[in-house]
């Protein structure tokens, strides 16, 4: 493939690229810019539920029929959330999102946390929003970055 051809390959893949994702609403920075949206306010409201270990916050932004996913956990209902996940909460010191992206009903935001004990927990988090509430929550993280086997700060 002559060089010319595999440069505008190039940009004609970035130029689609960019054109699907222009659609999408994308907020970098601090957790506090979350409150520019009325889904940012239910994100954020997440987030500090866990900082604050404010269970009764938590209940009030979740659906009736709420699903909880990650690598450890498959659509768990919140009764299963409250007893295996929630305990957790009361070990997370702050949470920093680093990037978030609004598309209609959902929202992908990238944070990091850190616990009491100053080890970090990097998620990548994806919501479904419905009626003003969230519907699904799923979260991903990767060996040597997760809760709580590290000691990365």
């Known amino acids: 493939?002559?060089?010319?051809?595999?440069?505008?390959?190039?940009?004609?893949?970035?130029?689609?690229?960019?054109?699907?994702?222009?659609?999408?609403?994308?907020?970098?920075?601090?957790?506090?810019?979350?409150?520019?949206?009325?889904?940012?306010?239910?994100?954020?409201?997440?987030?500090?539920?866990?900082?604050?270990?404010?269970?009764?916050?938590?209940?009030?932004?979740?659906?009736?029929?709420?699903?909880?996913?990650?690598?450890?956990?498959?659509?768990?209902?919140?009764n299963v959330v409250k007893e295996r996940c929630w305990p957790n909460a009361g070990k997370i010191k702050t949470v920093d999102v680093q990037q978030v992206i609004i598309n209609g009903d959902a929202v992908f935001v990238i944070a990091n946390s850190y616990t009491i004990a100053g080890k970090l927990i990097r998620n990548c988090d994806y919501f479904t929003i419905k009626d003003g509430k969230i519907m699904a929550y799923e979260c991903f993280f990767g060996p040597g970055i997760n809760y709580p086997n590290n000691s990365a700060k």
């Not at 500090?48 to 699903?67: R, Y």
């Open 1 to 78: 493939m002559k060089v010319t051809n595999f440069f505008t390959c190039i940009l004609l893949v970035g130029f689609a690229l960019s054109s699907h994702v222009g659609s999408a609403q994308t907020i970098t920075g601090q957790t506090a810019k979350l409150e520019n949206t009325p889904k940012g306010k239910i994100i954020k409201a997440w987030y500090t539920a866990w900082e604050k270990n404010d269970w009764n916050l938590m209940t009030q932004i979740l659906a009736d029929g709420f699903t909880f996913s990650s690598p450890l956990d498959d659509h768990i209902k919140i």
